[in-house]
T-cell receptor, first 116, second 113 residues
Framework: DTAVSQTPKYLVTQMGNDKSIKCEQN?????MYWYKQDSKKFLKIMFS???????INETVPNRFSPKSPDKAHLNLHINSLELGDSAVYFC???????????????FGPGTRLLVL | GENVEQHPSTLSVQEGDSAVIKCTYS??????FPWYKQELGKGPQLIID?????GEKKDQRIAVTLNKTAKHFSLHITETQPEDSAVYFC????????????FGTGTSLTVIP
């Protein structure tokens, strides 16, 4: 069974569209994250949720909105997609109620988003 | 905030040789340093980590060293194998300072058979 899964794996869409990426973890972890990886492989955290509560919200456009219906799911909704949003988006999770950074983060396989 | 620099950006070695990746960090409060390996088409995976109260840690063919005074840490891979080819990321964070991990810019390692 996949520990952290994301759907879709590939997403090709037109500028201006709205799209969602879904993430689910079956590890029983309390904390989930979204990262963006650009074409140069640079990994940047976008959001972190602990037990459905937002705890990290980096400077990302408010077109990006995370939603956590329960602690096993963290979805990412993107409005009015722009060319610069093209990247690979990774979901991750870590264990523990406080989930300090020393908790191993388990990454999903990524969603490759291409905005045309 | 924390700034992590990583060098080199690309590295090619012959199979069996050693590979060394170096990172520096800016925030002296950082005390946890994980290393992640990202294979093609996959998400990053933790391969080893080190805390600031330890100077060196080894796990089979991989080892990490930390110099707190100089604020730099390194990943050493010995007896490299083709399956070691991947992108490696160093990272730094503060335990108890929230969940944020600051990643380096990545090193693309190619092991030539």
């Amino acid at each position: 069974d996949t520990a952290v899964s994301q759907t879709p794996k590939y997403l090709v869409t037109q500028m201006g569209n709205d799209k969602s990426i879904k993430c689910e973890q079956n590890l029983g972890h309390d904390t989930m994250y979204w990262y963006k990886q650009d074409s140069k492989k640079f990994l940047k955290i976008m959001f972190s949720y602990n037990n459905k509560e937002l705890i990290i919200n980096e400077t990302v456009p408010n077109r990006f909105s995370p939603k956590s219906p329960d602690k096993a799911h963290l979805n990412l909704h993107i409005n009015s997609l722009e060319l610069g949003d093209s990247a690979v988006y990774f979901c991750a999770s870590s264990q523990g109620r406080t989930s300090g950074p020393e908790e191993t983060q388990y990454f999903g396989p990524g969603t490759r988003l291409l905005v045309l | 905030g924390e700034n992590v620099e990583q060098h080199p950006s690309t590295l090619s070695v012959q199979e069996g040789d050693s590979a060394v990746i170096k990172c520096t960090y800016s925030d002296s409060a950082s005390n946890y340093f994980p290393w992640y390996k990202q294979e093609l088409g996959k998400g990053p995976q933790l391969i080893i980590d080190i805390r600031s109260n330890v100077g060196e840690k080894k796990d089979q063919r991989i080892a990490v060293t930390l110099n707190k005074t100089a604020k730099h840490f390194s990943l050493h891979i010995t007896e490299t194998q083709p399956e070691d080819s991947a992108v490696y990321f160093c990272a730094a964070s503060i335990v108890g300072g929230g969940n944020q991990i600051y990643f380096g810019t990545g090193t693309s390692l190619t092991v030539i058979p």
